[in-house]
């Protein structure tokens, strides 16, 4: 992914994807189909109608793939990336998914995740400004 937003298969890659891989995001984000380009055996989009519907539909492709039951979400502001972006290892650690919110609203498709799916525990990645505590007071009111 360039800045501009565009996508650009590097030649190398080309040779490296044998297999598969995943487009994480709609037309707007992604806005080809690189699996023509890479000549992959398969590849998927991944995708909602908004940045909020992407992360939890690739919180529901997780588990799946993995063949284990996730009852973790770590939480990251949805507008600004860095706490996200930098959260990947931890997530991987903690056996969770990534779900992201509006700093102060809680989107629909995240708070219709957490219900759906028995969440336990919800780590909340960076401060007030990246979310808000009426968000917090509301996942504590699904979680109980």
């Known amino acids: 992914m360039n800045m501009t937003g565009g996508f650009l298969m590097m030649p ?8 598969g891989f995943y487009t994480m995001g709609g037309f707007n984000a992604v806005p080809y189909d690189p699996v023509e380009d890479v000549g ?11 940045r909020y519907a992407t992360a939890a539909a690739v919180a529901e492709l997780y588990p799946k793939r993995l063949q284990k039951k996730i009852d973790t979400v ?3 502001d949805g507008l600004n990336y860095p706490d996200a972006l930098s959260s990947a290892p931890f997530v991987g650690q903690q056996n969770a998914v990534l ?3 509006d700093p102060n ?3 629909k498709e995240t708070k219709e995740y957490i219900k759906n799916h028995n969440i336990q525990k919800i780590e909340i990645l960076g401060g007030e400004k990246a979310v808000a505590d009426q968000i917090v007071e509301e996942i504590n009111g699904i979680t109980k």
């Open 99 to 101: 779900l992201l919110t």
């Open 40 to 50: 992959a055996f398969f590849g998927e989009r991944i995708m909602g109608s908004n």
């Open 105 to 107: 609203k809680l989107p």
């Open 74 to 76: 770590v939480l990251a």
């Open 12 to 19: 190398r890659w080309k040779n490296t994807i044998d297999y």
